[in-house]
């Protein structure tokens, strides 16, 4: 019997309050900045502290949920987020770095354990249940600037915290209304106390099957960097007005949020490693197009580009999840998501420092490249295992 699509939308909600609650700050910290008086670099290391303990605490929270049971797991980082967010508008200012941290490792939570319990909860139809999660909690990215927008407009930045709360306080609700996990790791937890999560950690990095797909993940994050941090410098170059920076931008996030869903369900009906592949190659081909076109050609290739990580992004998931063993199934997709963070950190930095150096030209071109290698490498591995697949059954 096939499990109701109605838990991929709770569980996409969950993942939502994330994005959320990660964006909806780092869109506005320019006005915090004006109000405390700090410059760049605190700018930047504010986001990335949001990014840095996700990246810590994904694989931490996904051995937990393997082993103690996801939907506590989860309860736990609902209320930590919450928490952080509730803490802000009732310290000094300067201790914003701290909540920002904190939000981080509640939303860590947040995303790594409901990413596993889609995994966990559809054993059909994943590539359809993985496109659903990952187009609702990508629409967070796509309201968060306007709500905190308003919010600040309408009120003051700590109003943003308070929204954050009300978030998170809804997905704690909604997480009452999932059905129970029974993980089979969970009765042996007292046996296993001390090492709950690192056992598994390194089950999950040695695993060489996995290690190409993670690969795949850090890059597509890559194309993330560049198409929402990199795209606007292209379009400002061209002297585009702000209006139709947006309305690019705009185009760009729903080509990627609408295709998930029809992404994942190709991949259920046909090949999902081809599915995947094809989605990598619109990537690289869009990525290296951007700085060498414009006008029309330009939204056609933004459009392609969406398209491409958006399709990169739900089957990466759903893949990663099959390739997993039911009990480390939080840890590897919490391992997963500490790669998607890492490749969030270091894609537009090294973006940014092949741009500084060489041009902004050669920076989308280096990257696409660095893409195709990726895909490359995926495809040797794959034809390796078929060619010794033989002899292994021995025939």
């Not at 200012?93 to 354990?113: D, E, M, N, T, Y």
């Not at 009765?187 to 993670?214: G, R, Y």
């Not at 190709?266 to 006008?295: C, E, H, K, W």
């Not at 490498?377 to 697949?389: C, D, F, G, P, Q």
Request: net charge positive.
């Amino acid at each position: 019997m096939k499990t109701s699509m109605k838990w991929a939308f709770v569980l996409g909600f969950l993942g939502f309050a994330t994005s959320f609650g990660a964006h909806i700050v780092a869109v506005n910290l320019p006005f915090y900045a004006e109000k405390v008086g700090i410059g760049l670099t605190m700018i930047g290391l504010l986001i990335a502290i949001y990014d840095f303990a996700e990246i810590v605490a994904k694989p931490v929270f996904g051995g937990l949920a393997d082993k103690k049971g996801m939907k506590k797991a989860l309860y736990l980082g609902i209320i930590i987020f919450i928490f952080a967010s509730l803490l802000y508008p009732f310290v000094p200012p300067k201790f914003l770095i701290v909540v920002r941290f904190l939000q981080g490792l509640g939303g860590a939570a947040l995303s790594a354990v409901s990413l596993a319990m889609v995994g966990t909860l559809y054993k059909d139809n994943k590539g359809k249940a993985f496109g659903i999660y990952n187009a609702i909690k990508g629409l967070g990215y796509v309201v968060s600037p306007i709500i905190g927008g308003a919010i600040v407009m309408k009120s003051n930045f700590a109003g943003i915290f308070y929204a954050c709360a009300g978030i998170g306080f809804i997905a704690l609700l909604l997480a009452f209304t999932l059905p129970s996990d029974k993980q089979k790791g969970s009765a042996a937890f007292d046996d296993d106390d001390d090492n709950f999560s690192f056992k598994s950690l390194f089950v999950v990095f040695k695993n060489k099957t996995l290690m190409p797909w993670f690969l795949i993940i850090v890059i597509n994050m890559f194309f993330v960097g560049i198409l929402f941090g990199f795209l606007p410098v292209r379009i400002h170059q061209l002297g585009y007005n702000p209006f139709n920076t947006g309305l690019l931008l705009s185009v760009t996030t729903v080509s990627y949020l609408v295709v998930q869903p029809i992404a994942g369900w190709l991949a259920d009906r046909f090949n999902q490693i081809l599915i995947l592949r094809l989605g990598m190659l619109l990537s690289i081909i869009a990525t290296a197009a951007i700085p060498f076109v414009t006008g029309t050609l330009l939204i056609i290739t933004c459009i392609v580009a969406g398209l491409g990580i958006g399709v990169v992004w739900t089957n990466s998931d759903a893949l990663v999840s099959k390739l997993a063993k039911e009990n480390e199934m939080g840890a590897t997709m919490g391992v997963a998501g500490s790669f998607k963070e890492l490749g969030d950190m270091i894609g537009p930095l090294l973006m940014g420092a092949i741009s500084q150096a060489l041009g902004l030209q050669w920076g989308f071109v280096i990257c696409a490249v660095l893409g195709g290698i990726a895909l490359f490498i995926t495809i040797l591995v794959a034809n390796k295992k078929n060619e010794a697949k033989p002899k292994v059954d021995g025939i």
